[in-house]
């Protein structure tokens, strides 16, 4: 019973696609206090977008908003930031640390897979954390 709760979950949130905004200011102003020049940021329901966005944006924030989903916002974000202070300790480099995080790693890895947001499995970006023991 409790695994076809999850499963119907889990195909819910898959279902679930974000408030696409367009040609916003907002991904050009995070930008001034950002290791690197954002062009769409997923926060919340909404991606915003400096400009118009393809179907391969579209698919990296959607895996986002995704990862967003099935930690409840609130804890994707603070993973988020505790990945990207690791990582800047670890490589000394805001922008290098923002590739390295695992929330990134899976987004960049599959965004030019059309069937990857049908197919991502549950804490999908878990594959994606670095173990270099």
């Known amino acids: 019973m409790f695994y076809n709760a999850i499963k119907r979950m ?11 905004i367009e040609n916003s ?3 050009v102003l995070l930008s001034y206090v950002s290791p690197i020049n954002i062009n769409a ?7 915003w977008s400096r400009s118009t966005m393809d179907e391969r944006v579209r698919r990296h924030e959607t ?3 995704q990862q967003q989903i099935e930690l409840l916002f ?6 988020y930031v505790i990945f990207w202070l690791i990582n ?23 965004d030019e ?8 499995p549950f804490w999908g970006w878990q594959e ?4 270099e023991t």
């Open 10 to 20: 889990w195909q819910w949130v898959r279902a679930r696609k974000p408030i696409f």
């Open 25 to 27: 200011r907002v991904p």
């Open 41 to 47: 940021i997923s926060f919340g329901l909404c991606v």
């Open 63 to 65: 895996i986002h908003f």
């Open 74 to 79: 609130v804890f994707q974000w603070l993973l």
């Open 88 to 110: 800047v300790v670890k490589y000394r480099d805001g922008a290098v640390a923002y590739y390295e995080n695992p929330f990134e790693r899976e987004a960049y890895a599959n």
């Open 113 to 120: 897979d059309k069937n990857y947001l049908i197919n991502r």
């Open 128 to 131: 994606y954390i670095k173990d």
